[in-house]
Structure formats: structure tokens, C-alpha cells
T-cell receptor
Framework: AQSVTQLGSHVSVSEGALVLLRCNYS??????LFWYVQYPNQGLQLLLK??????LVKGINGFEAEFKKSETSFHLTKPSAHMSDAAEYFC????????????FGTGTRLQVTL | EAQVTQNPRYLITVTGKKLTVTCSQN?????MSWYRQDPGLGLRQIYY???????DKGDVPEGYKVSRKEKRNFPLILESPSPNQTSLYFC???????????FGQGTRLTVV
């Protein structure tokens, strides 16, 4: 069964600084990987996804993530944080072609300070 | 517009009073699921449905029921709510169980 670990339940960055949110996964087959964002009082919105095409995936709002098989990682980055990026971010993994379902990490709350 | 609609958004109820949270999607998705979100625990799947009349337990099904009589609707039923079911609930739909899920806006339930 697949699983996902998000290191750091809270991350704080200054406006304009690099954002790095970590996600490591375990999977028995080449996985599908997803990052979701949840703004206050809203549902989860898909930021980006990896489904075995290019290993560097670009998403909405300037975010991107790189699939690194050797490190079993799918870290989310953004070169310059904006106040509007403050939200909770969830990494998720699934094993395509199997009976397994989408599995979510426990989330990382991003705080952006002036 | 493609969307998943949940109602109500907020609900306060008393222990033991049956309630239903509705969920509807307009994307013709076969797979639908319910999650609860609790601080520090992320999203945990309650129940899911592969298609009409096909439902199954997720990771935390105790105290919940679901039904799938139509493809677009997947209501969550709490027959006898208890305070430990106070949580934020999300309905989601997807083409299948492996692909990206589309989420509703959430229902914040408080059981007193």
C-alpha cells in the first residue's frame, strides 16, 4: 500500500522568499502524485499533478514540483512567496492500475510574513 | 462549470439527531468519496463509491452511512451523531479511484 509523508506541519517564510514544502512517498509501482492547496474555509484545489510524463511539473500560481524517483520525493516549490500563498498544502499519492485509492499526507500549513 | 456541491456548509446539531449531508457532482464521474479532516490527521476517507449502487467502507466508516442511487449524488448520513464526529467533511469525485479528485467546499459539522 502506498503512503505519503509531509515533513513539517508548519512552515513560515518571508514574502519574496523561496517556498519549499516537502513530500516523500512510498509506492509499489510508479505512482501518480498530486499537490492540493486549501485556502481558509474552502475545499481542496488541485495545484499540480505528476502522472509519469515530465518529471518537473508546473502548476497554478507559480508553483512547481519535481518527481525524483531515487529520493522517492515530490517536493513543492515556488521561487518567491506571496502573502496570498498562505494556506494548507496536501500531498497525495495513488498507485495507477491497482485497486489502491488516493492517499493524502497530513498537510503543511504555510505562513507568509512581511 | 464543473463542480462538486455540498450542503449545508455549516451545521450544528445535538447528539443522536439524525442528519444528512448532501453531495452532488456535474462531471459524470463514476468515483465519489467522503473524507473527514481533523487537525494533524489530514484527510481520512470515510466511504467511497465506484458507481451507482456500489459503495464500500474507507478508513474510518464507523458511525456513517452512504447511498448512491444516482450517479451524480452521494449523500452522507449520520444516523446517531456523537461529539467525536465533530469535524470538517468533504465530498469528492473523480474519474476513477487513482486520478485527481475534485472537492466540494466542505461541511463543518459540530455535534453537541
Amino acid at each position: 500500500a502506498q503512503s505519503v509523508t509531509q515533513l513539517g506541519s508548519h512552515v513560515s517564510v518571508s514574502e519574496g522568499a523561496l517556498v519549499l514544502l516537502r513530500c516523500n512517498y512510498s509506492s509499489s509501482v510508479p505512482p501518480y502524485l498530486f499537490w492540493y492547496v486549501q485556502y481558509p474555509n474552502q475545499g481542496l484545489q488541485l495545484l499540480l499533478k505528476y502522472t509519469s510524463a515530465a518529471t518537473l511539473v508546473k502548476g497554478i500560481n507559480g508553483f512547481e514540483a519535481e518527481f525524483k524517483k531515487s529520493e522517492t520525493s515530490f517536493h513543492l516549490t515556488k521561487p518567491s512567496a506571496h502573502m496570498s500563498d498562505a494556506a494548507e498544502y496536501f500531498c497525495a499519492v495513488s498507485d495507477p492500475g491497482t485497486a489502491s485509492k488516493l492517499t493524502f499526507g497530513t498537510g503543511t500549513r504555510l505562513q507568509v510574513t512581511l | 462549470e464543473a463542480q462538486v456541491t455540498q450542503n449545508p456548509r455549516y451545521l450544528i446539531t445535538v447528539t443522536g439527531k439524525k442528519l444528512t449531508v448532501t453531495c452532488s457532482q456535474n462531471m459524470n464521474h463514476e468515483y465519489m468519496s467522503w473524507y473527514r479532516q481533523d487537525p494533524g490527521l489530514g484527510l481520512r476517507q470515510i466511504y467511497y463509491s465506484m458507481n451507482v449502487e456500489a459503495t464500500d467502507k474507507g478508513d474510518v466508516p464507523e458511525g456513517y452511512k452512504v447511498s448512491r442511487k444516482e450517479k451524480r449524488n452521494f449523500p452522507l448520513i449520520l444516523e446517531s451523531p456523537s461529539p467525536n464526529q465533530t469535524s470538517l467533511y468533504f465530498c469528492a469525485s473523480s474519474l476513477n479511484r487513482n486520478t485527481e479528485a475534485f472537492f466540494g467546499q466542505g461541511t463543518r459539522l459540530t455535534v453537541v
